[in-house]
């Protein structure tokens, strides 16, 4: 009887520490959003452009994203690889894909025919499609949370 108790316990206890830890993942602040939809924008806008301006803005767009990463660790006491939970993975992986994908159109009109404009484009629509994945990413992770109590 005490090891089914026990046991019952635990997962109680798993079950409350899943909870206390969507519940720290309820509120974004507003840097959060404009931090990822900078590094959104520069990873893809700056592959339209010269090679040094490209690499300038692959660094700043990791330099932004690790540092979010690390302030919203140091606040909530957690962190996330987008890609560890099952149901959410697919929502990592199709940004990633759109987002490639606007790369390789910001290289082609703007390293290859020299239009400039489309690349800026780009990374704006990148920057609107990364927070818009972020948010579905989310729901999808407090789901597969929850099914798992």
């Known amino acids: 009887m005490s090891d089914t108790h026990d046991a019952k316990a635990a997962l109680e206890q798993i079950r409350q520490t899943r ?31 010269p090679t040094m301006i490209g690499m300038a803005c ?53 390293r290859v025919q020299g239009v400039v404009w489309v690349p800026l484009v780009n990374g704006l629509a990148a920057a609107v499609l990364g927070v818009v994945g972020m948010r579905v990413w989310m729901r999808l992770y407090r789901i597969d949370v929850r099914s798992l109590s």
């Open 58 to 110: 692959v660094v700043a767009a990791i330099a932004v994203l690790v540092t979010i990463m690390r302030v919203w660790q140091d606040r909530t006491g957690v962190w996330v690889n987008g890609y560890s939970p099952r149901r959410a993975r697919w929502a990592a992986f199709g940004l990633a894909a759109i987002l490639m994908g606007l790369m390789g159109v910001s290289i082609w009109f703007g």
């Open 19 to 49: 909870e206390q830890a969507l519940g720290k993942m309820e509120y974004w602040p507003w840097w959060y959003d404009a931090g990822y939809a900078m590094a959104c924008g520069l990873l893809v806008a700056g592959q339209g452009f």
